[in-house]
């Protein structure tokens, strides 16, 4: 069973930075597409950036391009999201996703069939 458990949401100031992480076990994440999606209450949870099996396409939201970078470590099972510049828009919970499959990026959350718990992340003004 494929399992995912993000770390280091939490609250920041408007301005600064904070990288989340994501570790998977149970499966070789060669042969994962994985992604970062995110959601605010009320609200349809959408991809944030997502990154291919071996990390050669890259595919992100407009709101965070520039600003965000998803990076993916095969040897250690990892996948990163390092965020610039964050802004109270950014406020939500955000999601380590991963799909097996085509590597292809989706950015429909169905596309993805394993999914972590979720990690709190608060811009404050």
């Known amino acids: 069973q494929v399992q995912l458990v993000e770390s280091g949401g939490g609250l920041v100031q408007a301005g600064h930075s904070l990288t989340l992480s994501c570790s998977v076990s149970?499966?070789?994440?060669?042969?994962?597409?994985l992604g970062w999606f995110r959601q605010t209450p009320g609200k349809e949870s959408n991809l944030v950036a997502g990154?291919?099996?071996?990390?050669?396409?890259?595919k992100y939201a407009d709101a965070v391009k520039g600003r965000f970078t998803i990076s993916r470590d095969n040897t250690e099972n990892t996948v990163s999201l390092q965020m610039n510049n964050l802004n109270p828009e950014d406020t939500a919970v955000y999601y380590c996703a991963a799909r097996e499959g085509a590597n292809t990026i989706y950015s429909s959350g169905d596309s993805y069939q394993f999914w972590g718990q979720g990690t709190q992340v608060t811009v404050s003004t």
């Open positions: 149970g499966r070789s994440i060669r042969t994962l597409v």
């Open positions: 990154i291919s099996k071996w990390g050669l396409t890259t």
